[in-house]
Nanobody, 125 residues
């Protein structure tokens, strides 16, 4: 069983910054695409961003491009989501996810086999 353990969620004022972390227990972390998704008040979970196996390429949703940065440290089995210039509309439960059968780009949540427990990010005006 692969476990993804998330941390870092909290309440922040608009314009502030926050970093989320996700640590994987899997033995093949470096072979996986890692993605971030979020569930706000809308009906669907939406794609936030993803990073390739070696971290050389990143993909972001238009809503967060220029404000959010994904990085990974394969020696620590960890992926990060750095969020800057936060807006109230960023309020959501954020999930990290792993795709062990990588293809690129990788925006479809159905391709991800392993999911973190989610963490709440609340941005106040």
């Amino acid at each position: 069983q692969v476990l993804l353990e998330q941390s870092g969620g909290q309440s922040v004022q608009a314009g502030g910054s926050l970093t989320l972390s996700c640590v994987a227990s899997g033995r093949s972390f470096g072979a996986w695409i890692m993605g971030w998704f979020r569930q706000g008040q809308g009906p669907e979970r939406e794609f936030v961003g993803a990073i390739t196996r070696s971290g050389g390429t990143r993909d972001y949703a238009d809503s967060v491009k220029g404000r959010f940065t994904i990085s990974r440290d394969n020696s620590k089995n960890t992926v990060y989501l750095q969020m800057n210039s936060l807006k109230p509309e960023d309020t959501a439960v954020y999930y990290c996810a792993a795709d062990p059968f990588p293809a690129w780009p990788d925006r479809d949540q159905r391709d991800y086999d392993y999911w973190g427990q989610g963490t709440q990010v609340t941005v106040s005006s």
